[in-house]
C-alpha cells in the first residue's frame, strides 16, 4: 500500500502583514506540508476576484487547504474559485457580507474608506492600527515584526476590497475559526463558527497552542 502523501496547507496572512503570523504553527509534518503566501501589490483598479486567479497561480498542488486570516480569509475564498479545494479554514474573518461589522458597513455607504490617511502609512501605527485594530496600538514592535506592506497604493485597495467585498453564500468546505473577543470583527455578528474562548483578532499569534492543537483535527475532520 501506497504511503499518504502529506497534505498540502497554504497559509495567507491578513491585511499588510506578512506570513511570520503564522511562525508559531506548527502542523506535523508526516500528515501535512506547509506553504506561505504574501502579499504583492495589486493593479491599479484590479477587483479583489482578479488578485485571487494571480495568487492562484503560486499555488503548486491539487487539492489544497486554504487557510487565510482577516482579509487573507476573503482573499482565500476568492481564490477558492478557481480551484479543487479540500478544505477553506478563514481565522479571524468574514464568509458573508452580512458579517461585516456595522461601521464597516457605515463606511461602504457613506464611501468613508476613501478618507482614510492611507498616504501615512510611513506612519507604522498608524499602518497597524487599520490592519490589527486600535486596541493593541502599544505593541509596536509586533507590527514592525508583522507588517510587510507599508504602500499606501495597497492599503488603499486593500481596505476598500474589504468593506465593498460581496458575499451571500459560502462554500459548503469552509470553517470559520473566530475568537470571542475580536474588536475587528465582533463575533456578535458571526454565525456558525468554531469559538476560541479569549481570541482577540490577533489570535493567530498569541493562541497558537490552540491552533497547533486543533487545526490538524480541523483539516482531517469529514476526511
Not at 7 to 27: D, N, Q, T
Not at 68 to 88: I, R
Not at 171 to 193: M, W
Request: glycine share 4%; charged share 20%; with cysteine.
Amino acid at each position: 500500500m501506497m504511503p499518504k502523501q502529506p497534505i498540502p496547507v497554504y497559509f495567507m496572512p491578513g491585511m499588510a502583514a506578512s506570513s511570520k503570523i503564522f511562525e508559531y504553527i506548527e502542523l506535523p509534518n508526516t500528515q501535512f506540508e506547509s506553504y506561505y503566501l504574501e502579499w504583492f501589490l495589486p493593479l491599479k483598479n484590479e477587483t479583489i476576484g482578479h488578485y485571487a486567479l494571480r495568487m492562484v497561480a503560486k499555488i503548486k498542488h491539487e487539492h489544497v487547504v486554504l487557510v487565510g486570516v482577516s482579509f487573507g480569509g476573503v482573499l482565500v475564498q476568492e481564490m477558492s474559485k478557481h480551484l479543487k479545494v479540500k478544505k477553506l479554514i478563514i481565522i479571524s474573518s468574514i464568509k458573508l457580507t452580512s458579517e461585516l461589522p456595522q461601521k464597516m458597513r457605515l463606511a461602504k455607504a457613506t464611501m468613508a474608506y476613501k478618507l482614510l490617511p492611507t498616504q501615512l502609512v510611513g506612519n507604522i501605527e498608524l499602518l497597524a492600527k487599520y490592519a490589527f485594530g486600535s486596541n493593541i496600538a502599544k505593541r509596536l514592535e509586533l507590527y514592525k515584526k508583522y507588517l510587510s506592506v507599508t504602500d499606501s497604493g495597497y492599503l488603499t485597495w486593500a481596505i476598500k476590497e474589504m468593506v465593498c467585498w460581496k458575499q451571500d453564500a459560502y462554500s459548503t468546505n469552509l470553517v470559520h475559526i473566530h475568537g470571542d473577543n475580536d474588536a475587528v470583527f465582533p463575533i456578535k455578528n458571526i454565525s456558525n463558527c468554531v469559538r476560541v474562548k479569549g481570541g482577540t483578532h490577533v489570535m493567530i499569534i498569541n493562541k497558537y497552542k490552540w491552533f497547533n492543537e486543533n487545526l490538524p483535527k480541523i483539516i482531517l475532520n469529514n476526511e
